[in-house]
């Protein structure tokens, strides 16, 4: 509903439904199962299911399960969980790959009787050897002239189990002296003596990406088979494919500029190194940029989509400042997240002049221009807690610089009392333990009377009734502005101060109905939320999301 120039896909899709070229458009999003998505594929699947949307399509969710080797159900699961939390609905039943492998396998055959394919027996060396390079032509391999028939009973033994791993393969007969390396006799089918988490034990050979994924495309009726940057030069045979075979439609490839992060690395097999040797407390670890990461440290999928947005969609790369995506989070939770309070560093402050067992209950908006989101009601009694940084002793620094609680100043309980700082209790080291304090009458919503000026408003909780909770703090998972570049190893820029973890925090008594995963601001300090993993009902650990403002910004 914006005014926003179209990006070139949807140029593309616009055009071709003018033209009566489509009457209907079909995107997918392909991942393999082969690890958690992350902020990369949010992009993929933002983009797809957009197309989908804008157009009055349809988008499918398949899985590209063609390499059972690195391929598991956890990550199906995963991969759906995280596409509809984004808010997306894909057409009809997830598909799969694996269930057009009886297709497949005729096509194979098909190509075979064509004389367009055939089994070849070069080692994985020599056929590398044989394939040259970009400004040395390939030469033929010696098994590349033999008959249909033989083809045809090679084939078999491969499909039955007869050869070993890597023993032989299915390639096309194209063109050894192209420009263009993909299509120097591309392998079809590898051998994987491997089950399946779809198929089980039912095949021993797969087909490759390449003789796959078109194909797929085809079967589906996809229409416009978006894919990055880096398969363009394999555009060529996903045409000639298209081309030689008897496929039902005939979708056409385009492809965009992959999304990449600073400060972050989008790469399942990074990510999963990260994951099996222990960096990470997993897969959803908050500091991980794995959709199932950040959705665990408190991001909202509307931010996540406004990102994407934002950040549009290009034929060429270039990275992306990891502030703009965490600009939208906090753009996105000031707007939605309840107001709380939690002392991170509780320092008891006790109100002399309040009675010993009142309670008052102060009230106050869950979000201060949100009326819809009701109130809360905070108890205020003569023991408190304030954060041991909102109080000083130093009368010497300045209004300006210090806006909270000076030894014989005033300063505003958010939503409460106006207090001064009557005296600082130490221990034997000279520690303060414990302010005396005196509220203010009648400061409660009002301005005190002339001649008081608080220095600020701070945070508090009731120190009789609040919550003990554990708060995890979070930095940058990497020092490094590029932590893979080059040949940087990125687990050398690992941040060893990513993760600070505070116990004995004080949080307001309303947060015991804190929702996982449900972000709130905590007034002052940031937006956090319960952890979905560490929380449990006699303890309450929360995330930190996002801090207030941008602390990297220089
Ligand atoms: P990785 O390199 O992390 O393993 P991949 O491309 O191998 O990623 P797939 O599961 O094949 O992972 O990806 C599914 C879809 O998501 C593909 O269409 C792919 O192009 C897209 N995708 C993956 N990474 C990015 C990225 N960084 N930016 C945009 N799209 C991406
Ligand atoms: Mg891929
Ligand atoms: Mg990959």
């Known amino acids: 509903a914006t005014s926003k120039p179209l990006n070139f896909l949807e140029q593309i899709i616009k055009q071709d439904l003018e033209s009566g070229k489509t009457s209907k458009v079909i995107t997918r999003f392909p991942p393999e199962p082969n690890g958690y998505l992350h902020i990369g594929h949010a992009k993929s699947i933002c983009l797809n299911f957009g197309l989908a949307e804008t157009f009055g399509g349809e988008c499918n969710l398949r899985f590209d399960d063609t390499n059972p080797a690195k391929e598991e159900l956890e990550y199906v699961n995963a991969i759906k969980d995280d596409v509809s939390w984004l808010g997306f609905h894909w057409a009809g039943d997830v598909r799969y790959a694996s269930s057009y492998f009886d297709t497949l396998y005729e096509w194979a055959l098909h190509l075979i009787r064509e004389g367009k394919a055939y089994v070849c027996h070069l080692t994985a060396d020599e056929a590398r050897e044989h394939r040259g390079w970009a400004t040395k032509p390939g030469k033929d391999s010696p098994y590349r002239e033999r008959s249909v028939d033989e083809n045809l009973t090679e084939f078999e033994k491969m499909r039955a189990g007869e050869y070993d791993e890597g023993a032989c393969s299915l390639r096309a007969k194209i063109d050894m002296t192209s420009s263009n390396m993909n299509l120097r006799d591309p392998m079809l089918y590898r051998i994987r003596k491997q089950s399946h988490h779809q198929t089980g034990d039912k095949w021993c050979i797969y087909p490759t990406y390449d003789f796959a994924h078109g194909q797929e495309d085809a079967i589906e009726g996809v229409t416009h088979s978006i894919c990055t940057l880096e398969f363009a030069d394999h555009r060529p045979l996903y045409e000639w494919f298209i081309e030689n075979l008897p496929v039902p439609a005939q979708p056409v490839q385009y492809e965009f500029a992959r999304l990449e992060l600073n400060y972050t690395v989008t790469s399942k097999r990074k990510l999963k190194q990260l994951v099996d040797e222990g960096h990470v407390d997993g897969w959803n ?32 790369g270039s990275t992306i400042d990891v502030g703009q995506l965490e600009f939208c989070v906090r753009d996105d939770l000031n707007n939605c997240a309840p107001r709380a309070m939690c002392v991170l560093d ?28 009701g109130s809360r009601e905070l108890p205020f009694s003569r023991d408190l807690y304030i954060d041991r940084s909102d109080f ?63 220095r600020g408003v701070i945070h508090w909780v009731d120190a009789n009734d609040s919550l003990d909770c554990e708060v995890r703090l979070y930095d940058r998972l990497f020092n490094d502005a590029a932590p893979d570049a080059g040949d940087k190893n990125f687990l050398d820029v690992l941040n060893p101060d990513s993760l600070k973890i505070l116990t004995g925090c004080k949080a307001e008594k309303s947060l015991a109905s804190a929702a996982v995963e449900q972000a709130y601001q905590f007034e002052r300090e940031g937006y956090f939320c319960l952890d979905s993993k560490l929380a449990s009902a006699d303890k309450l650990v929360f995330n930190q999301t996002i801090g207030l403002k941008d602390n990297w910004a220089n």
């Open 285 to 316: 670890d908050p500091r991980m940029p794995t959709i199932s990461g950040m959705r665990r440290r408190g991001y909202t999928p509307a931010s996540l989509r406004n990102f994407c947005d934002m950040i549009g969609v290009t034929k060429s």
């Open 392 to 454: 000083t002793e130093d009368t010497s620094l300045s209004r300006k610089k210090f806006k909270r609680l000076v030894l014989g100043e005033y300063v505003r309980l958010r939503g409460a009392y106006v207090i001064k700082a009557d005296e600082a209790v130490k221990d034997e080291q000279g520690n303060i333990i414990e302010v005396i304090a005196s509220l203010v009458e009648g400061t409660v919503g009002e301005n005190p009377p002339e001649g008081i000026k608080p």
């Open 346 to 373: 509780p320092l008891k402050v006790t109100i002399r002049n309040m009675p010993d067992a009142e309670v008052q209950l102060m009230t106050q908006a869950v979000h201060p221009n949100r009326d819809e989101m």
